[in-house]
């Protein structure tokens, strides 16, 4: 695997719209939704993965679309007590520049969103540069990386036939997002193991800035 590239770029101004799912080990509905991450989980730990892809972006003057990234989060307890483990995945199409400015956000040090997720964690991985396939086609949303992870969220049926939408949600990557099951959820690496079939998902469209 090639790490990315180690130039700084730090104090940037970034920005980018596009698609966000995640599949975790809690029963469906987590209780951190609605908890700001305070509830204990319903297995008394986290297993999180959580997958992005950039419709339209940028990092200064770096163009980001089209771009995935993925992290994989472990938290002991409640999700807002932090002391967790944090792997980060970058698209192995970027380039050395889209790969530092997609580690600067995804990673947590550009602020915005992602800087909330990174916070849970005090143990961050090395960074792997990956094939990272993202879908989002309908009520279904999916994740292939070849040997590590193949994940499938399905959205939650309601009223009408129609996908179950929570709103004004206190999440940090979203404040309306899918409640969803992760169909097949398999994730192994860094000596992590995750099995999450059956348990709880979202699925949001996402519009962040560094501001």
Same mark, same amino acid.
């Not at 003057?61 to 993925?70: C, K, P, Q, W």
């Not at 792997?128 to 086609?137: C, D, G, L, R």
């Given at each position: 695997?090639?790490?990315?590239? #180690?130039?700084?770029?730090? $104090?940037?101004?970034?920005?980018?719209?596009?698609?966000?799912?995640?599949?975790?080990?809690?029963?469906?509905?987590?209780?951190?939704?609605?908890?700001?991450?305070?509830?204990?989980?319903?297995?008394?730990?986290?297993?999180?993965?959580?997958?992005?892809?950039?419709?339209?972006?940028?990092?200064?003057?770096?163009?980001?679309?089209?771009? +995935?990234?993925?992290?994989?989060?472990?938290?002991?307890?409640?999700?807002?007590?932090? $002391?967790?483990?944090?792997?980060?995945?970058?698209?192995?199409?970027?380039? !050395? #520049?889209?790969?530092?400015?997609?580690?600067?956000?995804?990673? $947590?040090?550009?602020?915005?969103?992602?800087?909330?997720?990174?916070?849970?964690?005090?143990?961050?991985?090395?960074?792997? %540069? %990956?094939?990272?396939?993202?879908?989002?086609?309908? +009520?279904?949303?999916?994740?292939?990386?070849?040997?590590?992870?193949?994940?499938?969220?399905?959205?939650?049926?309601?009223?009408?036939?129609?996908?179950?939408?929570?709103?004004?949600?206190?999440?940090?990557?979203?404040?309306?997002?899918?409640?969803?099951?992760?169909?097949?959820?398999?994730?192994?690496?860094?000596?992590?193991?995750?099995? +999450?079939?059956?348990? +709880? $998902?979202?699925?949001? !469209?996402?519009?962040?800035?560094?501001?």
């Amino acid at each position: 695997m090639r790490r990315p590239a #180690e130039e700084s770029m730090s $104090g940037q101004s970034w920005k980018l719209e596009g698609q966000y799912f995640e599949s975790c080990n809690c029963e469906v509905l987590c209780p951190c939704l609605l908890t700001h991450a305070q509830a204990r989980p319903t297995e008394g730990h986290c297993d999180v993965v959580l997958a992005f892809h950039i419709d339209r972006g940028s990092y200064g003057t770096t163009d980001l679309s089209g771009l +995935n990234a993925v992290q994989a989060v472990v938290t002991p307890g409640p999700m807002a007590q932090g $002391g967790g483990t944090f792997a980060l995945y970058l698209d192995s199409r970027a380039t !050395p #520049e889209q790969r530092a400015a997609l580690e600067a956000i995804f990673g $947590g040090n550009a602020g915005g969103p992602p800087a909330l997720v990174s916070l849970m964690a005090s143990k961050k991985l090395p960074t792997k %540069v %990956v094939e990272i396939n993202f879908s989002a086609q309908g +009520n279904v949303r999916k994740l292939s990386m070849p040997g590590i992870a193949d994940v499938t969220v399905e959205g939650v049926l309601g009223a009408g036939g129609n996908t179950v939408w929570i709103d004004n949600a206190p999440h940090p990557l979203a404040s309306r997002l899918a409640a969803a099951k992760g169909t097949s959820s398999n994730y192994s690496d860094h000596s992590m193991t995750f099995k +999450n079939s059956g348990r +709880n $998902g979202h699925f949001a !469209p996402i519009r962040w800035s560094s501001n």
